[in-house]
């Protein structure tokens, strides 16, 4: 049934009707609206139009049947409430149109304050505001001309697709006629004459006069947001934020309370704690007798939130109590906006916060100190990508390195760059692989796609609660905000500050955590928790706030998860890193970067081989040093499994490149040399030419058409084994034959194996496994029989996309990803994050035949997928044994595995 079928369906929603649990249908800011009237906070009454709505209205470009009927109950029901009615001339009621999806994309969508004001009612708004506060119809007047050249300008834009920059100048004329650069400069005539030349922009663009009836105006504000789920900055962030395209976002239609009635008004945005620390505290950002989208623009400077104290103590002290109560409420941090209209306060919204990551660790073990929430909980608010970017290193600053300018501290971390003043220009040398600080006055959502190019983001205005600041912590970028020492010069591409002057290209470095700006590139230091894992921490931090928190939490997902966790190393230091990192084995060893560097002479030896004895001799050299590089990995890993892969890559690898070979041989036979033995090279090389080498002469193929090539390597496991049994240590192998298709395959490769390990392995207890990657789609399908012959399986899962899609790993990402990503067939590269739906089906088919056909048969991933997180929950989900990562990210896999764990348990007892 379509959704317009749905007769008598609901689509709006009175605050009062709904609760926080209702998101999915009324949006988080709707949910919360409607929770906070429910705790009896002062909200401003309105009501919400459901997503459902929206999405009806999308699917059909108009809006469902029974829509327009509700939203005229409703705002009956409203006008009866309030004692006025929209746009009535004599006392106007006014309304904002607020857009407000599932998940919070600030900026994105649209809003349209004002609603109600035109030419008539904007008098009888004055009429109300000076009969307030009668001393002031001079500023009442004021204020409603300022009011109705907002709406005018907010909805030219949002629904008429009016070019904002066009009431800009007109706003910015009329203050250059006043001899002014600010708005407060301008009195209620000058107001009137904008409104009339916005008027007159809105007609030239539209081709019609600025609607003046009020039901027409909400009718249309409410379509625009609709609509604007669609703008382009809004898909593309729900494309970076990974937030689907098919949930559409609520409107909330909400009374006017006005923050721009004079100096006993204000409006202002708050957090119940530091969301770039967690630290406890009052953080936010206060601005008198203005309109909440001054603060988020930036447009002018705030003042901390403490200051309100002084200016308005009743309303400080009344939200100080909400704050609080919101924050038991919720159980976590929740961030607000508010306005204070006359010295009465009203709660605009608020929404369990966005934080840093230090700040989600932080915070999440204060509220289990707090008994507001348990560890199970705790781990369920913090994720990987947050782990992830704790990771990173910030800057080495104990020498003289003195900032040329201070900002805030938006959004923590720390980048150096090619300083761009545009967005387009950040998105073209990002392209070219260079690293870029993008740096404007302030940012808009316009800017988006530059903030995703760029390294970090550094404005010289607005606050912790810009949009830079918010979008940029929002999306883990490094973001230095209001730094006002500096003066952007877009036009010519500079900026300066302090007597320098740096411009385009030139390097600088900005640190999100202290705000302050350097000239030049800054060297940088490995984050606290890397140094915890690895144990190099500094005693004296060893307990801060931060370290403790990851310290309990990873804790804890280690008690919780079923995965276990190993590594993709290839030397003894990997091996080692890994471990401190938390490994618990390896997971893949690839053998064939053994036979890089100055073993590659070995190989071609090897390759070239024109008898048997040659290859003989060639192979008696590698073995020893094999047998080596396997001693050290089974002793950095005292007894955990270590998976080797047998030899994988197309042999080519190891000659030089055909072209410039066959260059070579060229002049050389010119000039008159013996070229005898490159000319064998050349042949040779001929002879192994592939165009398709990923689908070629690779992996078991290799192994059963060089004689002895496997088999030695197997020999050298088998003999490091012993040796390191011997010499009073413990060694797991487990043998991996790649790129298997066929059972006939790996039973070929296992017999010889199995001969060598009896023949080597003798008496002294060690036990060597042999399996199989599982990386062909034919592996997958007929898993049932090559489980006859494996003791275990790993997925290989880069192969297995590859070979699943049929996209070469090599190419296909650079070239035309972009596109698929454009048109969303899907959200994230299949190479970073699983296909749940096709290649993860092979996995799901050939985990399951694989052991029906043997029971308790091991199974593990060691593609990039083991260290992603939402694969990682993939895999739980599958049943697999082990995720195998490479090291920096096995502290993500670990955390990933834990609220796999706990999320699955959550499911399971519901
Ligand atoms: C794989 O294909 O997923 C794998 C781990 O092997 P490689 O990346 O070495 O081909
Ligand atoms: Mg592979």
Known sequence: ?????????????????????????????????????????????????????????????????????????????????????????????????????????????????????????????????????????????????????????????????????????????????????????????????????????????????????????????????????????????????????????????????????????????????????????????????????????????????????????????????????????????????????????????????????????????????????????????????????LMFPRFQLDHDFAPVARGIGASPGAASGAVVFTSARAVELAAEGRSVILVRRETNPDDLNGMIAAQGILTSRGGKTSHAAVVARGMGKTCVSGADGIEVDVPAKRFTVGGHTVAEGDVVSIDGTTGKVYLGEVPVMPSEVVQYFEGSLDPAHVDNALVRAVRRIMTHADGRRRLAVRTNADTGADAARARRFGAEGIGLCRTEHMFLGDRRELVERLILAATDTDRTAALAALLPLQRQDFVEIFREMAGLPVTVRLIDPPLHEFLPPLEQLAVNVAVAQERGEDVAKEEALLAAVRRMHEENPMLGLRGVRLGLVIPGLFAMQVRAIAEAAVAVTRDGGAACPEIMVPLVGAVQELETVRAEAEKIIAEVVGDSGVEVLIGTMIEVPRAALTAGQIAEAAQFFSFGTNDLTQMGWGFSRDDVEGAFFWRYLELGIFGISPFESIDRDGVGRLIRIAAEEGRAARPGLKLGVCGEHGGDPDSVHFFHEVGLDYVSCSPFRVPVARLEAGRAAIETAGSDSR
């Open 1 to 389: 049934m379509t959704v317009q079928e749905k007769a008598g369906e609901k689509f709006v929603y009175d605050f009062a009707e709904g609760n926080k649990e209702l998101r999915d249908l009324l949006g988080g800011k709707g949910a919360n609206l409607a929770e906070m009237t429910n705790l009896g906070l002062p909200v401003p009454p309105g009501f919400t139009i459901t997503t459902e709505a929206c999405r009806a209205y999308l699917a059909t470009g108009r809006e469902p049947d029974g829509l327009t009927g509700q939203i005229e109950a409703h705002l009956e029901a409203l006008e009866r409430e309030m004692g006025r009615r929209l746009g009535d001339p004599q006392d106007p009621l006014l309304v904002s149109v607020r857009s407000g999806a599932r998940f919070s994309m600030p900026g994105m969508m649209e809003t349209v304050l004002n609603v109600g004001l035109n030419d008539r009612s904007v008098q009888g708004l004055a009429r109300q505001a000076s009969s307030a506060d009668p001393d002031s119809s001079g500023s009442a007047d004021r204020f409603a001309w300022d009011s109705y050249r907002r709406l005018i300008q907010m909805f030219g834009k949002t629904v008429c697709e009016v070019p904002g920059e066009q009431f800009e100048h007109a706003l910015d004329e009329a203050k250059r006629a006043k001899g002014s650069t600010d708005d407060l400069d301008l009195d209620a005539d000058d107001l009137r004459g904008v409104v009339e030349a916005y008027k007159k922009i809105f007609a030239g663009h539209t081709g019609r006069e600025f609607p003046q009836d009020p039901r027409e105006q909400l009718d249309l504000a409410i379509r625009a947001v609709f609509a604007s789920w669609n703008a382009e900055r809004a898909i593309l962030y729900r494309r970076q934020e990974r937030i689907p395209a098919d949930l559409g976002t609520a409107v909330n239609v909400v009374a006017m309370v006005f923050g721009n009635l004079g100096p006993d008004s204000g409006t202002g945005v708050a957090f119940t704690r530091d969301p770039g620390s967690g630290a406890q505290g009052i953080y936010g950002d206060y601005l008198a007798n203005a309109q909440g989208e001054d603060v988020v623009a930036g447009i002018r400077n705030t003042v901390p939130l403490q200051e309100l104290e002084r200016l308005d103590p009743k309303s400080y002290h009344e939200l100080l109590d909400i704050m609080a109560r919101l924050e038991g409420h919720y159980r976590d941090l929740c961030d607000i906006e508010f306005t204070i209209e006359r010295g009465k306060l009203w709660m605009l919204q608020t929404r369990v916060g966005k934080r840093t990551a230090a700040a989600a660790f932080v915070i999440a073990g204060q509220l289990v100190d707090e008994g507001l929430i348990d560890l199970d909980e705790a781990l369920h608010r913090v994720n990987g990508a947050q782990l992830a970017q």
